[in-house]
């Protein structure tokens, strides 16, 4: 890795793999690391979605591949990486970022809900980290994370189910963590605690009677500077490698 935090990689045979790249920030991410020099590989549940973002990246001089990916489906995982690998080049990143945030009151979570979240929100991470683990130990260089949220530190009302599974995924990534950092993988769990700014979030912000467009600048995150932070993590020199980063804006309350 180039001894400069931010240049670019010298060949684009450097490969970020990027998991529930959806419209925000998974775009934001490939747009990132495709200007940075990596061929950014993105899996969502329907790829044609992607086609003006990959469309983008490559007008742009990058390299950007979008696949239709089921990503809590084992075999859909395993043969996707393993293709990756033999047709496009060695996965230096992987960025688990599938959502699954839900509300339900407890009365109303059914186990088919409890279930489907937990799958969204943290089997995905366990079946993509253990791909990424895969082939970055016989190199011993690497870096996995995990996007995490407010609700992977403390529940809240509603959110038995999407708190249950973010819990989960955080203590993936901190055994994973433990396990791989020896081995020269970087591990790290990414709390994005604030709304982003999305149309999700600005359609909330509507129905509980707000106007988005009058909160004081910089309240909502931009995803822009989300991806920003996932850069500087993939780029930190091993001494002073960060596990966990709690992502805010200055208006947040802690």
């Known amino acids: 890795m180039a001894t400069d935090k931010f240049d ?21 991410i490939a747009r990132r690391f495709a200007a940075g020099g990596f061929t950014v590989c993105l899996g969502r549940r329907n790829g044609e979605k992607n086609a003006e973002l ?6 742009a001089g990058g390299k950007a591949h979008s696949y239709t990916l089921d990503a809590r489906e084992e075999v859909q995982i395993v043969e996707r990486f393993a293709a990756i690998e033999k047709d496009i080049g060695p996965i230096e990143i992987m960025i688990s970022n599938a959502g699954g945030n839900v509300n339900f009151p407890i009365l109303e979570t059914t186990e088919r809900v409890f279930y489907k979240v937990w799958k969204m929100a943290c089997l995905t991470g366990f079946l993509s980290g253990r791909e990424a683990a895969k082939y970055m130990l016989p190199r011993n260089s690497g870096s996995i994370f995990f996007t995490g949220a407010t609700a992977s530190l403390r529940g809240g009302s509603g959110f038995a189910a999407f708190s249950s599974a973010k819990f989960g995924l955080r203590a993936l990534a901190q055994s994973m963590a433990r396990e791989l950092g020896p081995e020269n993988i970087h591990v790290a769990h990414l709390i994005i605690d604030s709304g982003v700014d999305t149309a999700f979030v600005r359609d909330r912000i509507k129905d509980r009677g707000d106007n988005p ?6 309240t909502l995150m931009d995803p822009k500077s989300i991806a920003d932070s996932y850069w500087i993590l993939h780029h930190q020199s091993r001494d002073a490698w960060t596990h966990e980063m709690d992502i805010r804006p200055f208006a947040e309350k802690f």
Do not use: F, M, R
């Open 213 to 218: 467009d009058s909160l004081p600048a910089d």
């Open 8 to 28: 670019t990689v010298e060949n684009n045979s450097h490969v970020c793999v990027i998991i529930g790249a959806g419209d925000y920030i998974g775009a934001a």
């Open 54 to 59: 990959v469309a983008e990246i490559e007008a």
